[in-house]
């Protein structure tokens, strides 16, 4: 969905130019693309719809994708009279449910439909301060409502988004951000993973259960898999002449296989360098007073260091955060960033032998240009590969935008 509203001609309808967009949209836009909850948005009267990939199920063939920025009147007629005094919140600016809005054959007989309308009115909520530093005030252009939709319990052996989290013995799984194209005509994908355990991280060689395929099985995926979402960690780079194909990436951790293809698919679109809607970047990093400069994604070394086991080495970065027209150079305290910071660096074991300590999670940047260190401990001799990622004060991950965030390496020889 994000690549149908990036194709969108948005001047020839009712939401006017991208450029024109109050900051409330775009927030609520952002949210609904990166979410992987279903969520639909509902903006002005009369109510328009929008909706990110997991709504899809919801929607059938007749109404997907012709339900872009149409009129919710004319989507839901079937059920306009139920859900039209939900997102009225006029005169009832709370929560509303509703269990009983018609959905395809296979959600009804996998449960009950929950709809929830968060009393969202335009900008009258709390302020909230955006990755592109811009307050969220003044009048409503109209209601923003979200809905989101889950399906119920009631569908056997099935494992839903909701499921309980596991410390250990969870899986990892592959993760596309999207590709872009090269200069030279080639493609780029980027790549990251999941790792569901809450405090289990977990070693894979590259081999049968840690491979990349065709051309594999090393392509330069990770062996170290840290907890939680990582964003971006890896490239795989295809010819011109890709077409159709696909690389899949297959990982086999704690007894399950986790196998997902990765596509130049025209859904898939990624925009690394520069943030199309509002011009945003990713911060830049340097391992030297002065120089080279990377930004974006993960395309090579940036730096060899050696060492000597168990003793800290000192891993050192200048880092900037560029500024998009109208940005603030910092954003208010108490969002995304610790105060007076302009972004924050942390470092990541990517592959090696043995186990690395860091002295910092995460190192805060207190102005443009500042050299920032963190010390590395290695527990055994050998090669090691180290992600050093920068983030804006948008936070990991950055909702999902590569324009939030730039990925690189750093090689250790220990000695």
């Not at 836009?29 to 719809?49: D, E, G, K, V, Y």
């Not at 929950?114 to 335009?122: C, N, T």
Request: hydrophobic share 35%; charged share 20%; glycine share 10%.
């Amino acid at each position: 969905m994000a690549g149908r509203m990036r194709a969108f001609d948005w001047s020839a309808s009712a939401l006017g130019s991208t450029h024109d967009w109050p900051e409330n949209l775009r927030v609520a836009i952002r949210l609904c693309l990166t979410s992987r909850f279903p969520i639909c948005l509902w903006w002005a009267r009369p109510l328009r719809f929008l909706y990110n990939d997991a709504f899809l199920p919801w929607l059938s063939d007749t109404k997907h994708p012709r339900a872009l920025m149409q009129l919710g009147r004319e989507v839901w007629s079937e059920d306009w009279d139920t859900i039209d005094p939900m997102l009225d919140l006029s005169d009832n600016p709370v929560a509303s449910f509703c269990g009983q809005i018609a959905v395809g054959e296979e959600f009804r007989r996998a449960g009950k439909c929950r709809i929830d309308v968060p009393p969202h009115r335009g900008e009258r909520s709390t302020s909230v301060f955006t990755r592109h530093r811009r307050w969220m005030t003044g009048a409503s252009l109209g209601i923003v409502a979200s809905w989101a939709v889950a399906a119920g319990a009631q569908r056997p052996q099935t494992n839903l988004p909701l499921d309980p989290p596991r410390e250990r013995g969870a899986s990892i799984t592959p993760a596309y951000e999207g590709w872009y194209a090269n200069p030279d005509g080639t493609f780029s994908m980027l790549i990251g993973y999941y790792n569901r355990n809450t405090k289990e991280a977990l070693d894979v060689p590259v081999g049968p259960n840690n491979r990349v395929e065709p051309g594999g099985p090393d392509q330069g995926q990770p062996t170290h898999f840290e907890i939680g979402r990582q964003w971006g960690v890896f490239v795989v780079k295809v010819p011109k002449d890709f077409g159709t194909k696909a690389v899949t990436w297959t990982i086999v951790s704690n007894g399950e296989t986790q196998s997902v293809p990765f596509t130049l698919n025209k859904g898939y679109p990624i925009s690394p360098f520069k943030e199309l809607g509002m011009g945003n970047q990713p911060p830049v990093l340097a391992f030297s007073q002065g120089g080279a400069k990377v930004t974006g994604p993960p395309t090579g070394v940036s730096a060899s260091l050696t060492g000597t086991v168990n003793q800290p080495v000192a891993i050192s970065a200048w880092v900037e955060d560029p500024k998009a027209p109208g940005e603030a150079e910092a954003p208010p305290a108490g969002f995304g960033l610790p105060p007076g910071s302009v972004a924050t660096v942390s470092l990541h074991k990517f592959r090696g032998p043995g186990k690395v300590t860091f002295d910092k999670a995460r190192v805060p940047v207190p102005k443009q240009g500042a050299m920032v260190t963190c010390l590395a401990t290695f527990s055994a001799p050998g090669e090691y590969l180290l992600r050093v990622q920068a983030n804006d004060e948008s936070g990991e991950g950055g909702f999902g935008f590569q324009c939030c965030w730039t990925n690189t390496y750093v090689k250790v020889t220990v000695q």
